[in-house]
């Protein structure tokens, strides 16, 4: 315990992982982060509020990225641990 009767609280492991893609607002040139997109869609910019069609990534290129990370869990930093 420290101080004000606050618990001491450890370095928490992830355990799970997402992938973020950056697209370009056609309009304005802003880049969009977008949550792995499998499927065409349309996207908003956050910017400029305009709409726009996005190329999805492929399904199994994500899912290859968690495997070789174990979700998140072999991208920890070594040094750290």
């Known amino acids: 315990m420290i101080g004000n009767n606050r618990k001491i609280v450890n370095p928490v ?8 893609f950056l697209y370009p ?3 304005c040139g802003s880049e969009v982060p977008l949550l792995a997109p ?12 305009q709409d726009f069609p996005i190329v999805p990534v492929d ?4 899912r290859y990225m968690k495997t070789i990370y174990a979700d998140g869990k072999a991208a920890v ?3 750290f641990l």
Not at 13 to 20: L, N, Q, R, S, Y
Not at 38 to 49: I, K
Not at 59 to 62: L, M, N, T
């Open 59 to 62: 399904d199994k290129a994500i």
């Open 77 to 79: 930093d070594p040094d």
């Open 25 to 27: 607002c056609p309009h």
């Open 13 to 20: 492991k992830p355990t799970g992982m997402e992938m973020i």
């Open 38 to 49: 499998t499927r065409p869609a349309m996207a908003q910019c956050n910017a400029c509020r």
